[in-house]
């Protein structure tokens, strides 16, 4: 089994900057997929960026391109998710999630996913 803790979540400002980790452990972490995804009250789970284990292919949510950045470091079994230019409509709680990678997987789509943290509150005021 992987677990996976979120952290870094919290209050901000629109505007503002938020920078979310993800730590692994249970398992080798280094050739898994990574995801966020996150979900707001009375809205479906939206996808939100994914990164490939090498971390030399990155997806984005159409309403997070350009403002939202996926990393990793595989060193420290982490991933990041750097939130930029932060909206209230960002509001939600985020989660990541993991899973082996193979070829034909559809990063976007959290039926892939195996392992899910627990998620972390990311509140922005305006």
């Known amino acids: 089994q992987v677990q996976l803790v979120e952290s870094g979540g919290g209050l901000v400002q629109a505007g503002g900057s938020l920078r979310l980790s993800c730590a692994a452990s249970?398992?080798?972490?280094?050739?898994?997929?990574m995801g966020w995804f996150r979900q707001a009250p009375g809205k479906e789970r939206e996808f939100v960026a994914a990164i490939s284990w090498s971390g030399g292919r990155t997806y984005y949510g159409d309403s997070v391109k350009g403002r939202f950045t996926i990393s990793r470091d595989n060193a420290k079994n982490t991933v990041y998710l750097q939130m930029n230019s932060l909206k209230p409509e960002d509001t939600a709680v985020y989660y990541c999630a993991s899973r082996n990678e193979i070829a034909i997987m559809v990063f976007r789509n959290g039926y892939e996913y195996d392992y899910w943290g627990q998620g972390t509150q990311v509140t922005v005021s305006s």
């Open positions: 249970g398992r080798t972490f280094s050739r898994y997929a």
